[in-house]
């Protein structure tokens, strides 16, 4: 069993397909994240069962590596920069605000995690919990250039201090989310959290949204509307139309094993007759 500030490290990188740990190189951050968004799924099951999501890192730990789960933003941002810092990178949290769909303008709730890393004096931004528009690449902080990623081309504008991270997605730049680099404590984390998965204002409360990423393509669930985005091709869209399909899709598209909850049929029921 994990101590509170450690991790099975080795079965960490032997997910993400490394026998002995890589050295802390740009190289390999880019493969490292890379690997972790094809392997790891974000998913809001636990929210849509409206049931409690510790963010402690030996439960993410446990809930990822041992349950066959993945998670969302306060869960797999959080292991991977345990992870980076075991590797030997300088990394720490911030967070920002999400405005994808909306006004860049807006205040919505900070409840985005993501990391800041400092390599070869330069300043990246690193997220890996950013459902199914996540940069599958490193980012580049102090430049407004069109950043290339193994999927879309993103890039991060600033002002005074306040920074937006935008995809380019059919040719449009979108905003996906808005942050800074203030310094966070585990208690901002927790708050964070609270709101995602308890506030009845959250997107994710009752929610279901699942994404995972492959080569050149990206998967998305969100609720009973599963999407194929593949780059440079029109996006396939269906509507799942029975619980059977549902709990197929999650164990073999998107690699899920379903959690042991007695409401999870029901659940998925309901998500189907709400349209």
């Known amino acids: 069993m994990s101590q509170p500030n450690q991790m099975n490290f080795d079965l960490y990188l032997h997910r993400l397909g490394y026998d002995s740990p890589p050295p802390p190189t740009l190289e390999t951050l880019r493969e490292l994240q890379l690997r972790h968004v094809c392997r790891f799924t974000f998913e809001s099951l636990s929210t849509l069962l409206q049931v409690a999501v510790p963010i402690d890192l030996a439960s993410v730990e446990r809930k990822i590596l041992h349950q066959g789960r ?24 911030i967070t920002g605000r999400v405005v994808m769909g909306g006004p860049e303008d807006e205040l919505t709730a900070r409840s985005h995690r993501l990391t800041l890393l400092h390599l070869d004096g330069q300043r990246y931004i690193v997220d890996v919990g950013f ?8 980012l580049l902080l102090d430049t407004e250039q069109e950043q290339a990623t193994p999927h879309e081309p993103y890039r991060i504008t600033e002002r005074e201090g306040s920074y937006t991270l935008r995809a380019k997605v059919a040719d449009e730049w979108r905003a996906m989310y808005v942050f800074d680099l203030q310094v966070q404590g585990d208690v901002d984390y927790e708050m964070g959290n609270w709101y995602v998965s308890t506030h009845p204002d959250s997107p994710f409360l009752g929610q279901l949204k699942v994404a ?18 593949r780059m440079g091709q029109p996006s396939e869209r269906r509507q799942i139309s029975d619980v059977g ?10 690699a899920l094993r379903l959690p042991d909850h007695p409401d999870l049929q029901r659940t998925l029921q309901q998500l189907l007759e709400a349209g």
Request: glycine share 14%; with cysteine.
């Open 70 to 93: 993945g998670g969302y933003c306060y869960e797999l941002n959080q292991v991977f920069l345990v992870l980076l810092q075991y590797l030997g990178y300088e990394v720490r949290g």
């Open 131 to 138: 459902g199914g528009m996540v940069p599958t690449a490193p």
């Open 212 to 229: 995972r990423i492959g080569a050149g393509v990206r998967h998305t669930l969100n609720n009973a509307s599963y999407a194929i985005h």
């Open 245 to 254: 399909e549902f709990m197929r899709l999650l164990q073999d598209e998107f």
